[in-house]
């Protein structure tokens, strides 16, 4: 029996010191990984600011700018800007809230927090989030638009690549296109972006609706916005297709954004908070809600 104590006592300190090593090892990855990616996110970063295109020291002249607009584009510029305001150069802005990570079945929703970094010539953004799936263990993204090129690259502590797509295609369904679309859908945060003297076509299209066209380079995205009936503002906006990706498929479906809860920051009036949806054969399937933690403008002088 004596002998029998001994084997169990040396079983239970192994176990203990193999579970203990198991921990030191998790913690270490996890600490490499958000090193690793930090460095990566920083590259990115440099790679937008060094593609920007130097903006003309110009601000809002509201009878220079709604002259021949649609009626609903004229109300949201007067909603959103103020005479003189400074064109919208760059932005730094975080967020925290939900995002569901199944792409069909159930949903999964799992908290996050983001920093985003955004130009608007040339366009350009890159999304830094960090998706919470279990306590202790996080997946990092990178969903990013930087100098024509659209980049999704999700990855397990920041070291386990799920999924790597990359490409400067123009083409529908591509990742460039899809991430264009995005920069242009949340320009509700930096709404000088919209302006026609920033390159933005609109077409009528009701009382409370138009759309809207834009180009960087060979990518071209066009979008229907939405306005709320009471304030003016941008209530949503609509791609008929964007590149969805399902399984090993890219499946074209409509997409949408709606953005709420608008506040005044630096003259501008933004939104702070917002969901975005799929708008899938089977129903809506929301799987982004957030909001504004901080936001920081960098204007043109």
Do not use: C
Request: hydrophobic share 50%.
């Amino acid at each position: 029996m004596h002998r029998d104590g001994d084997v169990v006592v040396v079983w239970i300190k192994w176990t203990v010191l193999l579970l203990a090593t198991a921990v030191v090892v998790f913690i270490a990855l996890a600490l490499f990984g958000a090193s690793r990616w930090s460095a990566s996110t920083r590259a990115l970063n440099s790679r937008l600011d060094a593609a920007r295109e130097p903006l003309p020291p110009l601000r809002y002249d509201a009878a220079r700018e709604l002259d021949g607009l649609p009626a609903p584009v004229q109300r949201f510029f007067r909603a959103a800007l103020k005479d003189g305001q400074p064109i919208v150069a760059a932005l730094d802005i975080e967020h925290r809230g939900m995002f569901n990570l199944a792409a069909e079945g159930a949903d999964q929703w799992k908290p996050f927090t983001s920093t985003q970094r955004v130009v608007t010539r040339r366009p350009g953004f890159v999304w830094d989030g960090r998706v919470v799936v279990v306590p202790g263990l996080a997946v990092h993204v990178h969903d990013a638009f930087v100098a024509g090129e659209g980049i999704l690259h999700p990855a397990a502590m920041g070291l386990f690549t799920l999924i790597d797509l990359r490409g400067t295609n123009p083409e529908p369904g591509g990742v460039a296109q899809g991430e264009f679309l995005r920069w242009f859908a949340e320009a509700a945060w930096y709404p000088t972006a919209l302006l026609p003297s920033q390159g933005v076509r609109w077409t009528a299209v009701d009382d409370h609706a138009a759309a809207a066209t834009m180009r960087d380079g060979a990518v071209t995205a066009t979008l229907l916005f939405r306005f709320d009936a009471q304030t003016g503002l941008v209530e949503s906006v609509r791609a008929e297709a964007r590149g969805r990706t399902v399984g090993n498929a890219v499946v074209m479906t409509p997409w949408e954004g709606r953005w709420s809860n608008y506040t005044e920051r630096d003259g501008l009036r933004v939104p702070s908070s917002g969901e975005v949806a799929w708008l899938a054969p089977e129903g809506r399937r929301a799987y982004w809600r957030g909001e504004v933690s901080a936001l920081r403008f960098e204007f043109v002088p």
